[in-house]
Every structure is written in structure tokens, then in C-alpha cells.
T-cell receptor, first 117, second 113 residues
């Protein structure tokens, strides 16, 4: 079964509203999680690094005030898309490194489809 | 991060082996070679990784060139469920690494029945 889970898997929201996506590590604690965005027929683009107990680190060109990230516990990170617009419609994916064993395995969530209408 | 180069797409017939190449000529000594795959509308899935020696697991094999400047992911018997985008990614597992992966365009594998 999944070791990193996202919720919701699909969400539709109205333009101008905010929507929150959750990412949970189910079997391990993750001090760091990652958020990606993927447009159709394109590769994953790293948006930000979510750090437990501290501020997220955003990649260049990603608006931190628009994509709010909260990592309040070792198993949960949330991404909130604020004042969503149709161009924010995308597939959002999170990931976390499993620290157990060699620590080399990174698990991804199932992804969350966001449609802004 | 060191860059990888992969063909945009490849085709295979079901039940036949598939060799997916990846070039990484600027690989550093501390870079591991990771392969992930992404099925349609799903998050990426770990396939295999290696450093210098060839690696085998239940999903695939990874053949790494002696100079480490290229590698090949081998699916021994392709099935229709193997149709996906395959990403070859270099990951530095030095002390500063936390699991950050930078994705290239990957190779879209089509499997024909």
C-alpha cells in the first residue's frame, strides 16, 4: 500500500478561492517533504521543500504567498493554493524520503488534480 | 545537479526486453543513479538505483557503464502495465541531501501488444 498519501485526489474550486492539499507519510517520519507541480504532457517541476517546524524553501519563480506550505508535524505537510486561478489547474504531487534502511528511497504521493473554474 | 539525457520516446513489444538508455556525462563521484517511472495520472514510482555496480531487483535491472557516464534500465519482459514515463535522475547522497529530485523530460515507453 501507499506509504505517502495525498488528499484530496481531485478537487475543483472556484476562481479566487483557496484550496488545501494534504500530504501524509504513513509508515515513517519525514522531516522534509517536497511539492511538485506537473502540467499535462510535461515533467514534474519542483515547487518547494517543506521543512518540519520551519519555513518552506521555494524554488525560483514560485510565489511563496500564493503557495502556502505548512509542515506542522513529522507526518503531514499541506500545500494551500491561495486565490486560485485557472492557470493554477495542475497535477500536484508530494514526496518524502524514507529515512529507514539506507535512506535512499523516496516515495511519492498519488497526486492531486486541481481544477480551477 | 548533474544533468541526464534520455530519448523522448521508445516502443517495445509485449513480452520482449526493453533497454532504456540514459546519458550522464557530468556525473560526480557522489551521485547515485536513480530510476523512477510514472504511470498516467499517478505519482512517480521508484524503480531502481545504483552507484557503480549493476543492480537487479524484482522490477528491473540497472546496467552502469564502467566510466559511469551512462546507464541502461532493463525491463526483462515488458508488459502493457510497464507503459509509462521513465525518469533517470542523479542524486547526490552526501550529507546535504534530503530527498530532493530534479526531473528531466524522461522517456515515454509504449508497449505494443
Amino acid at each position: 500500500g501507499a506509504v505517502v498519501s495525498q488528499h484530496p485526489s481531485r478537487v475543483i474550486c472556484k476562481s479566487g478561492t483557496s484550496v488545501k492539499i494534504e500530504c501524509r507519510s504513513l509508515d515513517f517520519q519525514a522531516t522534509t517533504m517536497f511539492w511538485y507541480r506537473q502540467f499535462p504532457k510535461q515533467s514534474l517541476m519542483l515547487m518547494a521543500t517543506s521543512n518540519e517546524g520551519s519555513k518552506a524553501t521555494y524554488e525560483q519563480g514560485v510565489e511563496k504567498d500564493k503557495f502556502l506550505i505548512n509542515h506542522a508535524s513529522l507526518t503531514l505537510s499541506t500545500l494551500t493554493v491561495t486565490s486560485a486561478h485557472p492557470e493554477d489547474s495542475s497535477f500536484y504531487i508530494c514526496s518524502a524520503r524514507d529515512p529507514r534502511g539506507t535512506g535512499n528511497t523516496i516515495y511519492f504521493g498519488e497526486g492531486s488534480w486541481l481544477t480551477v473554474v | 545537479d548533474a544533468k541526464t539525457t534520455q530519448p523522448n520516446s521508445m516502443e517495445s513489444n509485449e513480452e520482449e526486453p526493453v533497454h532504456l538508455p540514459c546519458n550522464h556525462s557530468t556525473i560526480s563521484g557522489t551521485d547515485y543513479i536513480h530510476w523512477y517511472r510514472q504511470l498516467p495520472s499517478q505519482g512517480p514510482e521508484y524503480v531502481i538505483h545504483g552507484l557503480t555496480s549493476n543492480v537487479n531487483n524484482r522490477m528491473a535491472s540497472l546496467a552502469i557503464a564502467e566510466d559511469r557516464k551512462s546507464s541502461t534500465l532493463i525491463l526483462h519482459r515488458a508488459t502493457l502495465r510497464d507503459a509509462a514515463v521513465y525518469y533517470c535522475i542523479l542524486r547526490d547522497v552526501g550529507s546535504s541531501n534530503t530527498g530532493k529530485l530534479i526531473f528531466g523530460q524522461g522517456t515515454t515507453l509504449q508497449v505494443k501488444p
